[in-house]
Nanobody
Framework: QVQVAESGGGLVQPGGSLRLSCAAS????????MNWYRQAPGKQRDVVAT???????TFVDSVKGRFTISRDNAKNTAYLQMNNLKPEDTAIYYC?????????WGQGTQVTVSS
């Protein structure tokens, strides 16, 4: 009984900020890598940011300096702080929890950046 659920999406103006949350249950959260992906209409699903169990973070070039990924193991929750949002950031954002051959996905949350 594994559950992964994103929240925090919405409509923002260019230059604005959003913080996405990903709550996971049914897994030993602290040993899982937590990843954020996004998928725009007509595009493939691409990784945006990752954070390992040790707290090492990586980002796709297009969001470096604007996005921050973090995790709170006591709350079994990962976060994606998105600043200086651009229209090209518009997508459905998905949370993924991964440990070796085990991988779990959330349902996605819509982020729309538009004036």
């Amino acid at each position: 009984q594994v559950q992964v659920a994103e929240s925090g999406g919405g409509l923002v103006q260019p230059g604005g900020s959003l913080r996405l949350s990903c709550a996971a249950s049914g897994i030993p959260f602290s040993i899982y890598a937590m990843n954020w992906y996004r998928q725009a209409p007509g595009k493939q699903r691409d990784v945006v940011a990752t954070i390992t169990s040790a707290g090492m973070a990586t980002f796709v070039d297009s969001v470096k300096g604007r996005f921050t990924i973090s995790r709170d193991n006591a709350k079994n929750t990962a976060y994606l702080q998105m600043n200086n949002l651009k229209p090209e950031d518009t997508a459905i954002y998905y949370c993924n929890a991964n440990f070796h051959l085990k991988s779990y996905w959330g349902q996605g949350t819509q982020v729309t950046v538009s004036s």
